[in-house]
C-alpha cells in the first residue's frame, strides 16, 4: 500500500533518493546522501568519497546524478558532481578557471564560469 507519509520509501516524494545503496566487501551499505562530499566518474564506476572513505558504485555519472537532488548537488565538471553544502571556497588557477575547495580540504577542477558557480551556491 501506498502512504505519501511513509518515510520508508526509498524515493521521496520529489523523486530524489535520500540514500545510495553501496555494495562494500560482500555487503551492501547505505549512504546518506548529505553525508557524500563528492562524486568523480570513472567509466561505468562512480567514486563516491564519504570522510575520509570512497566508495567505487557500478553506475554511470548520468545515472547516479539522475537520483540527486539539483538543490543539494551540482554537477561541475563532466565527470565530477559535489556536495553545494560542502563547498568553502572557490580559487582562480588561471583567468576565468575555478577550482572548488571542499570543507575538508578536498580541490575539485571544475569548468563553469565564476557566475555558473555562484548561482549553483547562493541558490541553494
Not at 505519501?4 to 540514500?19: A, I
Not at 555487503?27 to 562512480?46: H, I, K, P
Not at 546524478?65 to 580559487?91: C, G, M, W, Y
Request: proline fraction near 2%.
Amino acid at each position: 500500500m501506498n502512504n505519501p507519509d511513509n518515510q520508508t520509501d526509498l524515493e521521496t516524494e520529489s523523486g530524489f533518493f535520500p540514500r545510495i545503496a553501496i555494495r562494500d566487501a560482500g555487503r551492501v551499505c547505505f549512504l546518506e546522501t548529505r553525508e557524500v562530499d563528492w562524486m568523480q566518474a570513472s567509466g561505468n564506476y562512480v567514486e563516491i568519497y564519504v570522510g575520509a572513505k570512497s566508495y567505487l558504485q557500478r553506475e554511470t555519472m548520468k545515472n547516479l546524478a539522475a537520483k540527486l537532488s539539483p538543490r543539494q548537488f551540482a554537477r561541475v565538471h563532466r565527470s565530477t558532481i559535489v556536495n553545494i553544502d560542502r563547498i568553502k571556497e572557490l580559487r582562480t588557477i588561471s583567468k576565468g578557471q575555478y577550482t572548488i575547495i571542499l570543507e575538508n580540504g578536498t580541490a575539485v577542477d571544475t569548468n563553469l564560469t565564476l557566475h555558473a558557480l555562484q548561482t549553483i551556491i547562493e541558490s541553494a
